[in-house]
Nanobody
């Protein structure tokens, strides 16, 4: 069992930045690849970024490539998502999740087994 708790969301103006954190409980955190997803009102949950268990291999959705950066600190059981150059269309609830397969290219929600409760990001124009 893994519990995930996201934090760091908030309200920013377009062009601003935020850093999201996802703290995990459990000693098996380093065995999982990790992902970030987001869900805007009335839309399906969509893949944002993922990172390998080692932290060496990131993978991004095209919509955030070059603006967002995923990283992790296994000693702290935490994965991060740095959001830069934010746009109003980035407004959503952001969720972190564990991928037991250990891959980084899975973008399907079904590939992830444990999820956090989400943190709200709101970007105004």
């Amino acid at each position: 069992q893994v519990q995930l708790v996201e934090s760091g969301g908030g309200k920013v103006q377009a062009g601003g930045s935020l850093r999201l954190s996802c703290a995990a409980s459990g000693s098996t955190f380093s065995r999982y690849s990790m992902g970030w997803f987001r869900q805007a009102p009335g839309k399906e949950r969509e893949f944002v970024a993922a990172i390998s268990w080692s932290g060496r291999i990131p993978y991004y959705a095209d919509s955030v490539k070059g603006r967002f950066t995923i990283s992790r600190d296994n000693a702290k059981n935490t994965v991060y998502l740095q959001l830069n150059s934010l746009k109003p269309e980035d407004t959503a609830i952001y969720y972190c999740a564990t991928n037991p397969r250990g891959t980084t290219t899975d973008t399907d929600v079904a590939a992830f087994n444990y999820w956090g409760q989400g943190t709200q990001v709101t970007v105004s124009s």
